[in-house]
């Protein structure tokens, strides 16, 4: 299993990044999908999730109507459109999934998005 993110950056207040996560070792499409962040000195919180098919999405309080999750099953990969940054969005993006069956967790390697003018 592997999951390697990219995308990230240095971006102005205000403006926008496309994050990708290209997944392979697994059937991607029987499995829901996350994306984490954690900021220096803070622990790792949950930014958005997706459902196998992409159907049902939910989001942290702190990036709704800013940030959309998505995915693509026949690209294997799923997607954070972050719009309208903040500072506060500083952090280490993470993909993340895990098996039921195993009850096994799988990250990305992380992603730096730095937000400052």
């Known amino acids: 299993v592997q999951l390697v993110e990219s995308g990230g950056g240095l971006v102005q207040p205000g403006g926008s990044l496309r994050l990708s996560c290209a997944a392979s070792?697994?059937?991607?499409?029987?499995?829901?999908m996350s994306w984490y962040r954690q900021a220096p000195g803070k622990e790792r919180e949950l930014v958005a999730g997706?459902?196998?098919?992409?159907?049902?999405?939910n989001y942290a309080n702190s990036v709704k109507g800013r940030f959309t999750i998505s995915r693509d099953n026949a690209k294997n990969t799923v997607y954070l459109q972050m719009n309208s940054l903040k500072p506060e969005d500083t952090a280490v993006y993470y993909c993340y999934t895990k098996f039921g069956a195993t009850g096994r967790d799988y990250w990305g390697q992380g992603t730096q998005v730095t937000v400052s003018s």
């Open positions: 070792g697994f059937t991607f499409s029987y499995y829901r």
């Open positions: 997706i459902t196998t098919a992409g159907s049902s999405t």
